[in-house]
């Protein structure tokens, strides 16, 4: 019993995440932040890893600043790797999607070196990731990634991996 109310807490969590994640899809980016700046608040430092990857990963699209992004894209990183081995959760296709993400905010930041690194971890991860349309989407924006570090500053116009909740 006190475990399915403990799942039913972290389910909770995630939910009222994507409910943000919603409110910022629609539009409104500055109360997307200030909402999950108050779940980060709530969650804390040593929250349950899950739930500060995901938060973070999304707190990072909401970055006005490309610093802010990748200081928030780091903390994703760092909080999923901190689920222990043989959670379920710890799917191990969430490192090409954040991998991908890091390299994407060291391309806005002029920082080669360190897209290619976080870039080439979201390549050799790529294979965690199952023949859905999620894993055609983080396929895809590596390759595009891949083409526009090739091409260099001037080559290619918008562009990005896409940002979803890791499943």
Known sequence: MAER???????????RIGQVVML????D????????????????????????CTLA?????????????????????AAVRELP??????????FPSLHLNLAA???????TEAARTHLDHARTTADALADDGYGEEVRAAI?????????GPSGGGPWGPP???PS
Do not use: N
């Open 5 to 15: 109310r403990e799942q039913t807490a972290l389910d909770e969590v995630l939910t």
């Open 24 to 27: 910022h899809h629609a539009g």
């Open 29 to 52: 980016r500055e109360e997307a932040r200030g909402r999950f700046l108050d779940l980060w608040t709530e969650i804390g430092e040593d929250g349950d890893p899950l739930h500060r």
């Open 57 to 77: 990963h999304y707190l990072a699209d909401t970055q006005d600043d490309p610093e802010d992004e990748l200081a928030w894209d780091l903390r994703a990183l």
């Open 85 to 94: 081995d043989g959670d379920p959760r710890g799917v191990p296709g969430f």
């Open 105 to 111: 905010d060291y391309v806005k930041l002029g920082r």
């Open 143 to 151: 390759g595009r990634l891949e083409l526009r570090l090739e091409e």
């Open 163 to 165: 940002r979803q909740r």
